[in-house]
Nanobody, 116 residues
Framework: VQLVESGGGLVQPGGSLRLSCVASGFTFRSAVMSWYRQAPEKERELVAV????????NYADSVKGRFPISRDNAKNTVFLQMNSVKPEETAVYYCNAKRPLEFESWGQGTQVTVSS
């Protein structure tokens, strides 16, 4: 199982950024895909999740309405569109793939820095 994130970088407050995570080594369409983030000296927290069947989504309250998650099963890719970003959202963003009782895997993370 391999997850490779990309799209991180420096963005100004109020700006937008799109993260991508390309998956390989498992049947992507059957996995629940999530984005987490970890800010310095803080615990890793769930940002958004999208299910395998039906593509239902769920979000942390802090990002609802701003960070839509989506997936392209044909390209084995999950996205996180980050809009109206805030300085406190500076963190390393991680992609997560899970099939309950079978496996869970993490990407290496991509740094997002929100600063003017």
């Amino acid at each position: 199982v391999q997850l490779v994130e990309s799209g991180g970088g420096l963005v100004q407050p109020g700006g937008s950024l799109r993260l991508s995570c390309v998956a390989s080594g498992f049947t992507f369409r059957s996995a629940v895909m999530s984005w987490y983030r970890q800010a310095p000296e803080k615990e890793r927290e769930l940002v958004a999740v999208i299910t395998s069947i039906g593509g239902s989504t769920n979000y942390a309250d802090s990002v609802k309405g701003r960070f839509p998650i989506s997936r392209d099963n044909a390209k084995n890719t999950v996205f996180l569109q980050m809009n109206s970003v805030k300085p406190e959202e500076t963190a390393v963003y991680y992609c997560n793939a899970k099939r309950p009782l079978e496996f869970e895997s993490w990407g290496q993370g991509t740094q997002v820095t929100v600063s003017s």
